[in-house]
């Protein structure tokens, strides 16, 4: 392996210890919680190295929600279980759900705390708007091929049926955060019904 092939590692490296050092103090101390110091100190890295990949906290805070969410969003839309069906992004969000897997739970957080944190970091609130954007190009694309293959309505466009998945999964999650009790199931059976041809 090349010398520049060597540095592309290590600074990849560098940077997934950095995320994931980020992401072991805000599970433990909340969003606003963790120092820089205790982010370098965790993860064995210097100031000097946290700012070779982050321009500064509210910057790594959006890239580490952009890290977990990314993940999150690749692991329910574009897994390689089932038949890669909108059925099937809807089944694994739900087991997401009711297993309490969801991209906040990692955080140690819950969508109102994001969102207020949002509200205070630009840099974080064009992140979350990117990835509720990308949630449903993906899932539309996801309902756009399933209208081909026939399996949903062909009477509702692609980008609505996704936005209206994306917004229900945004509730799911506020209602769960609030105590609110979900009997999947019967939502899960609702949900496709909606969709059937």
């Known amino acids: 392996m090349g010398r520049g092939n060597q540095r592309t590692r290590a600074k990849r490296e560098t940077r997934q210890a950095l995320l994931q050092a980020g992401l072991a103090e805000v599970v433990e101390k909340g969003l606003?919680?963790?120092s820089l110091d205790a982010i370098c100190a965790r993860a064995g890295f210097t100031r000097g190295a946290f700012?070779?990949?982050f321009a500064n906290r509210d910057d790594f805070v959006a890239q580490l929600m952009d890290w977990v969410f990314s993940g999150f969003l690749d692991s329910i839309v574009t897994a390689s279980s089932g038949d890669g069906s909108l059925r099937d992004v809807v089944d694994r969000f739900l087991a997401a759900l009711d297993s309490d897997q969801l991209p906040l739970s990692r955080l140690g957080a819950r969508l109102p705390?994001?969102?207020e944190a949002s509200y205070r970091l630009p840099q974080v609130r064009e992140r979350i708007r990117g990835l509720i954007l990308e949630a449903i190009e993906?899932?539309?694309k996801r309902a756009l091929e399933d209208q081909q293959r026939g399996q949903v309505r062909l009477d509702v466009d692609?980008?609505?049926q996704a936005t209206v998945?994306?917004?229900a999964a945004l509730g799911g999650m506020v209602m769960?955060?609030?105590g609110v009790p979900l009997e999947l199931a019967p939502l899960r059976d609702a949900v496709l019904r909606g969709l059937k041809p």
Request: aromatic share 4%; glycine share 10%; proline share 10%.
């Open 32 to 34: 606003d919680g963790p």
């Open 51 to 53: 700012y070779v990949h």
């Open 113 to 115: 705390q994001l969102l």
């Open 138 to 140: 993906r899932v539309g």
């Open 158 to 160: 692609p980008e609505c």
């Open 165 to 167: 998945l994306v917004a």
């Open 176 to 178: 769960r955060d609030a």
